[in-house]
């Protein structure tokens, strides 16, 4: 099979062997892959990965050991856990200390033809879902992720803080629940499709120098100078959702969080059943955010897309 294999230093399309699914694993042929900002890092040195790229995916099985399974079309979770570990037996396997990611940590990924994943991991798609809105359904769930970490009132004035792909579905589906809302970002054009669907904004330069205080700030601009403008936006007492990941060392100075009382809640991968309802309801469809799709082999192009000032999704079909 034709695979997107990164070797610790360049990524090449290379042909690899179908992988074989383990007792009570599902093959799954991959339709649309979608390339993440943590594939980027992954290309920078983030987590030392080497493997098959890619997290963000939809495909149609072709083995499984639910013959009933056979055919569907599927979307799966990430995380690979051990299932018997103390995090596993509390239902937090996504923090199993034993675990594999799927196209980040020891566990190929899927940006290549076919994929496996335990039976567990996967999901149908509900009717009426398309595959190019089921293939949002991983960083869907990650913004689905603060619903299930806060208590998100109707009363609070909540900052997100960045105008990309995660940035946009975390003010989608926090607006579902509050509708005071409020997106700060750099690109016009991207911050005019959350004003399409009832979400305010501003550009950097109109937020400005603002005293404008916020219950909740949502970091989500992968950059380091994001965490200061959220220390900066939060009010006392408050809580900073950080969405970001960043390469390399960065300064850290923890006196704001202490003397505010500020609670930092780290926030990562989300549940795939909630993500997939909203997209059933058609409560978030997120085609408006892709830039653009190409076959596999423009996976160069695809990339270089990826990483325009202006690109937001970019989707890879096999």
Request: with cysteine; charged share 20%.
């Amino acid at each position: 099979m034709k695979a997107l294999h990164f070797d610790g230093q360049k990524l090449a399309l290379v042909e690899k062997p179908t992988p074989r699914p383990k007792s009570g694993e599902v093959l799954i042929r991959v339709r649309y892959a979608g390339i993440c900002n943590t594939d980027l890092e992954i290309l920078e040195g983030y987590m030392g990965f080497t493997g098959t790229i890619g997290h963000e995916f939809v495909g149609e099985v072709t083995q499984a050991p639910d013959v009933n399974l056979l055919g569907k079309t599927v979307v799966g979770e990430i995380n690979i856990s051990c299932g018997r570990c103390e995090f596993c037996l509390q239902g937090l396997g996504r923090h199993c200390p034993n675990r594999t990611v799927l196209g980040i940590l020891g566990k190929d990924g899927a940006m290549a033809e076919y994929l496996t994943l335990p039976l567990s991991n996967v999901h149908v798609v509900p009717p009426g879902v398309s595959e190019l809105q089921a293939v949002f359904t991983e960083p869907l769930a990650a913004a689905c992720e603060i619903t299930e970490q806060l208590e998100i009132l109707s009363d609070y004035r909540i900052l997100v803080i960045g105008d990309g792909k995660l940035a946009q579905l975390v003010a989608r589906v926090l607006a579902l629940r509050n509708d005071r809302v409020l997106v700060v970002g750099k690109h016009p054009s991207k911050l005019d499709l959350l004003k399409k669907v009832g979400i305010a904004t501003l550009t950097r330069s109109e937020f400005g120098e603002s005293r404008q205080q916020f219950d909740l700030v949502v970091e989500a601009t992968g950059s380091w100078d994001g965490w200061a403008m959220a220390l900066q936006a939060v009010k006392p007492r408050g809580f900073v959702v950080l969405k970001s990941t960043y390469v390399g060392e960065q300064p850290f100075n923890p006196a704001p969080l202490v003397i505010n009382e500020i609670t930092m809640v780290g926030s990562r991968c989300g549940p795939f059943t909630p993500a997939l309802h909203l997209l059933r309801k058609q409560a978030v469809d997120p085609r408006d955010l892709i830039s653009a799709v190409f076959p596999l082999e423009a996976w160069e192009e695809a990339f270089n897309r990826a990483q325009e000032a202006d690109s937001l999704k970019v989707l890879l079909e096999f």
